[in-house]
T-cell receptor, first 111, second 112 residues
Framework: GQQLNQSPQSMFIQEGEDVSMNCTSS?????WLWYKQDPGEGPVLLIA?????ELTSNGRLTAQFGITRKDSFLNISASIPSDVGIYFC???????????FGAGTQVVVTP | DVKVTQSSRYLVKRTGEKVFLECVQD?????MFWYRQDPGLGLRLIYF???????EKGDIPEGYSVSREKKERFSLILESASTNQTSMYLC???????????FGAGSRLTVL
């Protein structure tokens, strides 16, 4: 089946720094989703991408759907303490739209 | 906003006990899902349901069963809990045909 590789596994950054993470797939995706999970809560959708090459922003977050349709990137600019959490990429694996998730990127922001 | 409610946030059970995890959504979504989340493994799909009384195995169904008697409620059942089922369990729902899932807050289960 499809494999989603998400990196890095974790990041320790200082407040104000930019953050970049990415996901790669062994197969082509027609949708990429990025979720954030706050500590002790369920994942919440940040950005959805539906077209190769698409670049979409949500506040300080920017995500891109790779041209090859096998990868996606999420950037967070000027990080703040509330950016702490686990970020997941996800994409549909079959015609029914079952989602497969990456292993997550844990972000820790220090003052 | 869609709300997905997992009534038990934290549970502690003993090996061999039967465990019920309940999930209710309030937006008439057809599809519902159960995932488990473990560090370094991301979210893995246990079971899903496309509609009432329908159920399909996900990637890791062994040791679990589900029940969907009403559209708004999707229950995950551990017939005989084992220590390797200690995990965070996440329920999610969505409109049929959409990709985006809405998640509950999660149920953290510890099996002793």
């Amino acid at each position: 089946g499809q494999q989603l590789n998400q990196s890095p596994q974790s990041m320790f950054i200082q407040e104000g720094e930019d953050v970049s993470m990415n996901c790669t797939s062994s197969s082509i995706f027609n949708t990429w989703l990025w979720y954030k999970q706050d500590p002790g809560e369920g994942p919440v959708l940040l950005i959805a991408l539906y077209k190769a090459g698409e670049l979409t922003s949500n506040g300080r977050l920017t995500a891109q759907f790779g041209i090859t349709r096998k990868d996606s990137f999420l950037n967070i600019s000027a990080s703040i303490p509330s950016d702490v959490g686990i970020y997941f990429c996800a994409g549909p694996t079959d015609s029914w739209g079952k989602l497969q998730f990456g292993a997550g990127t844990q972000v820790v922001v220090t003052p | 906003d869609v709300k997905v409610t997992q009534s038990s946030r934290y549970l502690v059970k003993r090996t061999g006990e039967k465990v019920f995890l309940e999930c209710v959504q309030d937006m008439d979504h057809e599809n519902m899902f159960w995932y488990r989340q473990d560090p370094g493994l991301g979210l893995r799909l246990i079971y899903f349901s496309y509609d009432v009384k329908m159920k399909e195995k996900g990637d890791i169904p062994e040791g679990y069963s589900v029940s969907r008697e009403k559209k708004e409620r999707f229950s995950l059942i551990l017939e005989s809990a084992s220590t390797n089922q200690t995990s965070m369990y996440l329920c999610a729902s969505r409109i049929s045909g959409a990709n985006v899932l809405t998640f509950g807050a999660g149920s953290r289960l510890t099996v002793l």
